[in-house]
Each structure stands twice: as structure tokens, then as C-alpha cells.
């Protein structure tokens, strides 16, 4: 039983625009979420977070979205830049023990110039 | 800042072939974990660590051993690899707590 799925293996946007890249969980004992951006041949690296007592996150381009009561969070990317082609993965894991950490399938990000 | 060192980058092995695979952070991080990643799939916890002297299983601990005898180095063990075990291994360090992973780049497996 995956506890973290992303449903979208793939997403493309034209630069300029909107990303949005969605997340849905099962596991009601999560409560905080973080995305995690890779390029080919690197490991992840982190690129926002959010915790279950707040419904929105910013930092820069980037916005993260939680709806607790649909178990669903999303990843908006403003303006789109083709720098942001890369694989995204949405993770889960508790307040306590951020580091043990459930990840998504990933959805692959291509911003065409 | 080295962050998280991972080694070998590549490594190919023949079935029944033991290998460790390397991890160190410069970070002082209490947290270690290991990951493997294979085609189209997401990361899938190996084992972690808590601190020096500590460890325990993730969701697919079979096959694998690990200890943790410094806070630097956390090194992954197959005792008789499969090619099952062929994947990308993912080392990662954090505080404990509320605090994201690091990540090292990369250990690519190859058992034939």
C-alpha cells in the first residue's frame, strides 16, 4: 500500500507559466510534507516544506498547498523557468522524525522555452 | 562544504559478491538514512540511524546490513548481492527533528 502517491509520472508546461504538480497521502499520522527537486545524476535536493498546522507555504516561485481533510498537497511553480525541468518528489513523514521520510513515485517536470 | 560523500559513484557486481557502500557528512548530523531508488519508482528506505550505536530497518531492510560506530559514516553492507539489488543508493543526513534531508549524489549498482 503506497502511502504517498504522485499521479502524474509527467508534466509539461510552457516557460512563463503555471506548474502544479499534485501529492495525495494515506497515512493521517503525517503532518509534514516537503518536496524534493533532482536532476539527472544528482540526488535530491529540498525545495520547500509545510507542516499540518498551516495550508500554504512560500518561498520565491515556489508555493505549497495542503488540504488535511483531502489528504492532497500541491507544488505551484510561478513563473515556470526550463531551469525547473527536473523530477520532483513529494515526501511525508512526522514532526518528530522528519528524516524517516515516505516519498512519492516523482512526477518529471519539463518547461519548454 | 562536502555536505553528504557517497562511494563508489558506479559499481558493477556478480551475483553472490559482498560490497560496502560508502557514506560520510561533515554536517555533525544525528540523523542517517539509506535509500534505494529504482526506474520510475520513488526512494524506498533501506535502514537509518538515530546516532552513533543506533540503528534500525526501513521498509526494505532484507539483504542489506548497516552500523553506525562515528555521527560521520553510516556504511551500507550487501553480504551476497542479487540482481534484484541493482539500483541507485541514495545516503542521506538531517538533524533530528523538523529538518529535510541531504542528500549525496549517488551510488549506481549494477548486479549481473
Known amino acids: 500500500d503506497q502511502q504517498v502517491k504522485q499521479n502524474s509520472p509527467s508534466l509539461s508546461v510552457q516557460e512563463g507559466r503555471i506548474s502544479i504538480l499534485n501529492c495525495d497521502y494515506t497515512?493521517?499520522?503525517?503532518?509534514?510534507f516537503l518536496w524534493y527537486k533532482k536532476y539527472p545524476a544528482e540526488g535530491p535536493t529540498f525545495l520547500i516544506s509545510i507542516s499540518s498546522i498551516k495550508d500554504k507555504n512560500e518561498d520565491g516561485r515556489f508555493t505549497v498547498f495542503l488540504n488535511k481533510s483531502a489528504k492532497h498537497l500541491s507544488l505551484h511553480i510561478v513563473p515556470s523557468q526550463p531551469g525547473d525541468s527536473a523530477v520532483y518528489f513529494c515526501a511525508a513523514s512526522t514532526l518528530t522524525n522528519a528524516g524517516k521520510s515516505t516519498f512519492g513515485d516523482g512526477t518529471t517536470l519539463t518547461v519548454k522555452p | 562544504n562536502a555536505g553528504v560523500t557517497q562511494t563508489p559513484k558506479f559499481q558493477v557486481l556478480k551475483t553472490g559478491q559482498s560490497m560496502t557502500l560508502q557514506c560520510a557528512q561533515d554536517m555533525n548530523h544525528e540523523y542517517m538514512s539509506w535509500y534505494r531508488q529504482d526506474p520510475g519508482m520513488g526512494l524506498r528506505l533501506i535502514h537509518y540511524s538515530v546516532g552513533a550505536g543506533i540503528t534500525d530497518q526501513g521498509e526494505v531492510p532484507n539483504g542489506y546490513n548497516v552500523s553506525r560506530s562515528t555521527t560521520e559514516d553510516f556504511p551500507l553492507r550487501l553480504l551476497s548481492a542479487a540482481p534484484s539489488q541493482t539500483s541507485v543508493y541514495f545516503c542521506a543526513s538531517t538533524r533530528t527533528g523538523v529538518s529535510p534531508l541531504h542528500f549525496g549524489n549517488g551510488t549506481r549498482l549494477t548486479v549481473t
Open positions: 497515512n493521517s499520522m503525517f503532518d509534514y
